[in-house]
């Protein structure tokens, strides 16, 4: 019995359904595939037309886009899929990430998540369609198995990589160079380091690089690490939202840190997880109504085409003076280019900026995208 009441419970993230599951650890391959519908740009509004198709590039799949045609006796015909040159890459694009199947709570940075994989799929996108992360400096925070760092650094000069604890960083590292070769610039574009919510930015720093070569010190900061982190434009963060304590700790971070430097957008996912309760007597996503009291949510008068404008804020009730702004995407203007998974209905993915008269600066002028 005390052994039992010592035992701490253990998670399995919905990903891993189908998983061996007497496995501790496993590799997946995500197949990154190509979008088969058009749809709009969720930066700019703009009306964009895919012309991939699953149809033409998906290898071993019967495809859903083609016509059922039988032949004068009923039989099935079955078309010869075509093999268009341009689309060989994305047919055979994907992601390999090592992951563990069943983690305890404060070890479930080793797993993956469904909210890991929309921010994915929103990344994907605009590698595909635009320039925008093209040779930018990004950090992610709470980055789990580095899924979402790694396909950023397909398009972005330095992408940080940071969580709490070796073993997931470790994890981290192990991803990182599973696939430094789909990396736009060099292996030294990704670097993992160790980030304690709770401790104040900036983290403490070792006084040589080659202090990195010691385990003790592999993930630690070096002074231009800091520079360079502080002129980030680009923030990340997927399902960094199911504790109070965290979530506090999430957002004091980002208090010290969007001041700094260049401006910075945050984009992050979420899913609501939902728990019966007796205070309520219902059912409710306390963690993202928890969430939901650091940011007025932006309501443009009217739909905005080409500019990113701050609008007076829509508030939950008995929030006052929130320090960030923030616009939910519609998430049926990012195709899923990711197939191993399913979104769901219970997620989200926020643009989350820092309210003007939160910031050290005296000017500052939300960017148009």
């Known amino acids: 019995m005390e052994a039992e009441e010592g035992k701490e419970d253990e998670v399995m993230s919905e990903i891993h359904l189908g998983c061996p599951p007497d496995a501790k650890s496993h590799f997946t391959r995500f197949t990154i595939l190509p979008s088969v519908l058009p749809s709009t740009n ?29 032949d004068k006796e009923g039989d099935l015909v079955l078309a010869r899929r075509k093999q268009n040159p341009h689309n060989v890459r994305h047919a055979h694009d994907s992601i390999l990430i090592h992951h563990h199947i069943i983690t305890v709570i404060p070890s479930v940075g080793l797993q993956i998540w469904r909210a890991s994989l929309i921010l994915a ?19 992610e925070l709470g980055a789990g198995t580095g899924l979402v760092g790694i396909l950023l650094a397909r398009a972005a000069s330095t992408v940080f990589i940071t969580d709490k604890g070796n073993a997931i960083l470790d994890n981290c590292l192990h991803n990182v160079e599973l696939n430094m070769h789909t990396f736009k610039h060099n292996e030294k574009s990704v670097r993992v380091r160790q980030l304690d919510w709770q401790d104040s930015w900036p983290p403490k720093e070792v006084q040589t690089e080659e202090s990195l070569t010691i385990y003790k010190y ?22 960094v939202v199911y504790s109070d304590e965290l979530t506090e700790a999430f957002f004091k971070v980002l208090q010290e840190l969007m001041p700094l430097g260049s401006k910075k957008v945050l984009f992050l996912s979420l899913e609501k997880r939902y728990n019966f309760t007796m205070e309520d007597l219902d059912i409710v996503a306390h963690g993202h109504q928890y969430f939901r009291t ?28 929130p320090h960030f702004i923030g616009k939910r995407f519609d998430m049926a203007t990012i195709p899923q280019y990711i197939r191993e998974y ?28």
């Open 218 to 239: 592999k993930y630690s900061w070096t002074s231009s690490d800091i520079k360079e982190a502080e002129k980030v434009s680009v923030l990340l963060a997927a399902d």
């Open 342 to 369: 399913d979104r769901g209905g219970d997620t989200e993915l926020w643009e989350i900026r820092a309210q003007p008269q939160a910031l050290l600066h005296e000017e500052y002028v939300t960017m148009g995208i």
């Open 42 to 70: 969720p930066l700019t509004g703009d009306f964009q037309e895919n012309t991939n198709s699953n149809c033409l590039s998906n290898e071993g799949e019967a495809s859903s886009c083609q016509r059922l045609l039988v």
């Open 294 to 321: 650091f940011i007025a949510e932006e309501v443009p008068e009217s739909k905005i085409t080409g500019c990113a404008r701050a609008q007076p804020g829509q508030r939950e009730p008995g929030i006052s003076n």
């Open 121 to 139: 799929d929103f990344i994907i996108h605009f590698i595909h369609t635009s320039s925008y992360f093209n040779n930018v400096v990004a950090l």
